[in-house]
């Protein structure tokens, strides 16, 4: 696994094999989605601990310690999709408004990268807005889920399988 979490291989290193097991196994969906937020944090009123990198290497540190039990890779990447369907970033709003201080349109996290959503709005001549935390996440967690296992088919893996099972 690369150092993309900003978390020492050594680190790593030290977590139970069937954690890292699942962790390589979510890897296609989370470098896609931390690449959709991307330059995401420079916007105000978000608070750092909700951005995807550092949540998500916060529970990665402990993953083993949160599931010590667990010896299923299956479930073990079951468990960081849901982790991921819950993080922070995903209760934020980031909107488009115009000159009027109309809202044009709400940032889709996981149709587009925020750098997308960003210079599209910009040649428009709108104006982002970050409406900060909600209660409910936007798109609300099957739709999180979907993407995550969308994303990984993509890539030839399946959160339903062990390793050396083949997907349905």
Not at 46 to 52: K, L, V
Not at 55 to 84: G, H, Q
Not at 90 to 106: L, P, S
Request: net charge negative.
């Amino acid at each position: 696994m690369t150092n993309l979490l900003s978390l020492p291989e050594s680190e790593l290193e030290q977590l139970a094999p069937q954690c890292r097991e699942a962790i390589d196994a979510l890897q296609p969906a989370i470098t896609r989605l931390l690449a959709h937020y991307q330059d995401w944090f420079d916007c105000n009123n978000i608070e750092e601990e909700d951005r995807p990198e550092k949540e998500l290497a916060a529970f990665i540190r402990n993953f083993d310690l949160k599931y010590p039990t667990v010896r299923s890779v299956r479930r073990l990447k079951i468990a960081l999709r849901a982790v991921i369907a819950g993080l922070g970033c995903f209760c934020y709003r980031t909107v488009a408004i115009n000159d009027q201080g109309k809202v044009m349109e709400t940032w889709q996290p996981l149709s587009e990268t925020f750098r997308e959503f960003r210079a599209r709005h910009r040649k428009l001549g709108h104006r982002l807005q970050q409406n900060g935390s909600l209660e409910d996440p936007y798109p609300p967690v099957d739709m999180i889920n979907s993407w995550v296992d969308r994303e990984l088919g993509d890539a030839g893996q399946s959160v339903f399988t062990e390793s050396g099972e083949s997907a349905c």
